[in-house]
T-cell receptor
Framework: DAGVIQSPRHEVTEMGQEVTLRCKPI?????LFWYRQTMMRGLELLIY????????DSGMPEDRFSAKMPNASFSTLKIQPSEPRDSAVYFC????????????FGPGTRLTVT | TQLLEQSPQFLSIQEGENLTVYCNSS?????LQWYRQEPGEGPVLLVT?????EVKKLKRLTFQFGDARKDSSLHITAAQPGDTGLYLC???????????FGKGTRLSVIA
């Protein structure tokens, strides 16, 4: 089975540009999570969806960040406008509803904003 | 807010040595998961422990869930360079809620 798929794997952009990160969860998984990882702060949960519905976006740092899940097989995380402090690795993860709630991560998108 | 404290943060050892990584909380979790992350990749699930006192073995790795389901440990026997990576513990509080992640232990095994 294919794992969680993320694209692009690397993104380098200039400050002020719009960035869109994409995620395809594992088929049959009901929940999808977006994380950001930095050396200083570790793995931070940004937002998660259950059955395509956003449940908690309290981890989204600012209004510049938005996420959508139009269907069960696709989600996007958008940053507009991007800033240098947004540079990090962004992970998408998915899991089935119901125990034991094991999450499976994608390979991540390394974002660099110059 | 539930927190998971991992220790040590960094560990550098010689090949063949044994080590233990700890994951502690004041909160009870319904299950706890351990992940290993290698550079440039996403975290990979190693094991899930569910029952208080449960011990699971994965080759040279031994995972234990505390009796009160508030803490866990990972013991590696005869570490090898291939064990190098970031080890993350994650607790599941209850229901369909997000995992609570520790900040990780960065292990380096030197040949």
């Amino acid at each position: 089975d294919a794992g969680v798929i993320q694209s692009p794997r690397h993104e380098v952009t200039e400050m002020g540009q719009e960035v869109t990160l994409r995620c395809k969860p594992i088929s049959g998984h009901n929940s999808l999570f977006w994380y950001r990882q930095t050396m200083m702060r570790g793995l931070e949960l940004l937002i998660y969806f259950n059955n395509n519905v956003p449940i908690d976006d309290s981890g989204m740092p600012e209004d510049r960040f938005s996420a959508k899940m139009p269907n069960a097989s696709f989600s996007t995380l958008k940053i507009q406008p991007s800033e240098p402090r947004d540079s990090a690795v962004y992970f998408c993860a998915s899991r089935r509803a119901g125990g034991p709630y094991e999450q499976y991560f994608g390979p991540g998108t390394r974002l660099t904003v110059t | 807010t539930q927190l998971l404290e991992q220790s040590p943060q960094f560990l550098s050892i010689q090949e063949g040595e044994n080590l233990t990584v700890y994951c502690n909380s004041s909160s009870v979790f319904s299950s706890l998961q351990w992940y290993r992350q290698e550079p440039g990749e996403g975290p990979v699930l190693l094991v899930t422990v569910v029952t208080g006192g449960e011990v699971k073995k994965l080759k040279r790795l031994t995972f234990q869930f505390g009796d009160a389901r508030k803490d866990s440990s990972l013991h590696i026997t005869a570490a090898q360079p291939g064990d190098t990576g970031l080890y993350l513990c994650a607790g599941h509080p209850s229901g369909n809620t997000p995992l609570v992640f520790g900040k990780g232990t960065r292990l380096s095994v030197i040949a």
